[in-house]
């Protein structure tokens, strides 16, 4: 079974930076989604960004405004998430998902119902 660990959660100062991890353990596939989601208290699930491990295409979403770049190294069977410019918006727990499933649409990929595996999450807390 596929198993997801986050690590790089912290509090910082509004405008600051922090890059979360997401390795991954288990039979995986050559070529998956990945996704980061957040969510605060009081808020919904949303998609933060995905990226596909085949070719490293990526996602993102509309909030991001360039803030974020999701990233992957095969090698270490891990994703990253590196975020700057935060601010206290940004404060929620952050979680990685994976679809080992081989097909997908590309409209689907904030959609927490098509992933099959997920992370215990990380806490991000941004200060003003």
């Known amino acids: 079974e596929v198993q997801l660990v986050e690590s790089g959660g912290g509090s910082v100062q509004a405008g600051g930076s922090l890059r979360l991890s997401c390795a991954a353990s288990g039979y995986t596939y050559s070529s998956n989604l990945m996704c980061w989601f957040r969510q605060a208290p009081g808020k919904e699930r949303e998609g933060v960004a995905a990226i596909y491990t085949g070719t490293g295409l990526t996602y993102y979403a509309d909030f991001v405004n360039g803030r974020f770049t999701i990233s992957r190294d095969r090698a270490k069977n891990t994703v990253y998430l590196e975020m700057n410019s935060l601010t206290p918006e940004d404060t929620a727990t952050y979680s990685c998902?994976?679809?080992?499933?081989?097909?997908?649409?590309?409209?689907?990929?904030?959609?927490?119902?098509?992933?099959?595996?997920w992370g215990q999450g990380t806490q991000v807390t941004v200060s003003s």
């Open positions: 998902a994976a679809r080992t499933s081989q097909t997908w649409l590309i409209k689907s990929w904030p959609l927490a119902g098509i992933y099959d595996t």
